[in-house]
């Protein structure tokens, strides 16, 4: 990607350096060596050459919230909405922007906005989880990390999170079966081993979470093959080790059929 980008922008510079077009690819190219100041003036560029590029202002906007610069990243995303209401990037980049600076309510105006403007985008449905998350309208976020999954989750994570949302809600067997989604959604990709999303591994916690809920369910064999999976990751090794012991002690105290008490009769 980096590459192919390189080219383009080499390719452009040397077919019309002032044009807007020119300028955006150049500044992509500059963010995507993360030399945001560098990319900010390319995409100022932009915007002076055409003032009405409601894409480069948006782009400028998340230029500025690398920096931290939440007053002139939400300058940026208005002047992109006031040429293109219809902008989603725009509208979730107020969002990103009212969140961190902990205005949820505005925060969720906008990230509604965004998910308007692009409704089968998983990723403004799973911002707008969060938010109502944060401010505990579990019903809401559980819609929303439902939703999510259903209009094809980009990230992999809204049954990950519906599970640790049903988890915080103390509610165990819906905790279990979107633990057991996510697992079965990732197999389907054909994903395998020590799958990492947003540089986290999330299987070892729904393998320890599905190891104890069988435990508690006296569903041993189950159980058992959880936790013998929680022994590959070092996150989740010592409670995976307790967890066997357990099993073993509640297989050792359980009679088989073999051992079953036997009956006397008694004359009457």
């Not at 300028?23 to 055409?50: M, P, T, W």
Request: with cysteine; proline share 3%; aromatic share 12%.
């Amino acid at each position: 990607m980096t590459a192919e980008l390189t080219s383009l922008a080499h390719h452009c510079f040397e077919i019309n350096k002032y044009c807007p077009e020119t300028c955006c690819v150049v500044g992509n190219y500059y963010s995507i060596r993360s030399e945001h100041d560098k990319a900010i003036v390319y995409f100022q560029r932009a915007v002076k050459l055409n003032p009405n590029n409601s894409g480069a202002y948006t782009l400028m906007g998340h230029e500025f919230m690398e920096f931290k610069n939440t007053s002139a990243a939400c300058l940026a995303y208005r002047k992109a909405l006031q040429i293109d209401p219809k902008d989603f990037r725009a509208w979730y980049g107020l969002g990103q922007v009212y969140d961190i600076l902990k205005m949820s309510t505005y925060a969720i105006y906008y990230y509604n906005m965004a998910h308007k403007a692009r409704p089968q985008d998983s990723r403004m449905i799973m911002a707008l989880g969060d938010m109502y998350e944060k401010h505990q309208k579990f019903d809401d976020a559980k819609r929303c990390f439902w939703k999510a999954h259903c209009v094809a989750d980009m990230d992999g994570l809204a049954l990950l999170k519906l599970g640790k949302l049903y988890e915080k809600m103390n509610d165990q067997e819906q905790a279990a079966a979107s633990y057991s989604m996510f697992l079965k959604y990732l197999e389907e990709k054909g994903v395998s081993g020590y799958l990492k999303l947003n540089n986290v591994d999330h299987q070892p916690g729904c393998y320890r979470f599905l190891a104890e809920y069988c435990v508690n369910r006296n569903q041993l064999d189950e159980a058992y093959n959880y936790a013998q999976l929680c022994l590959e990751f070092d996150s989740t090794k010592e409670e995976a080790k307790g967890i066997l012991r357990r099993i073993s002690q509640l297989r050792t105290c359980t009679p088989t059929n073999d051992e079953s008490p036997e009956v006397i009769e008694v004359e009457s």
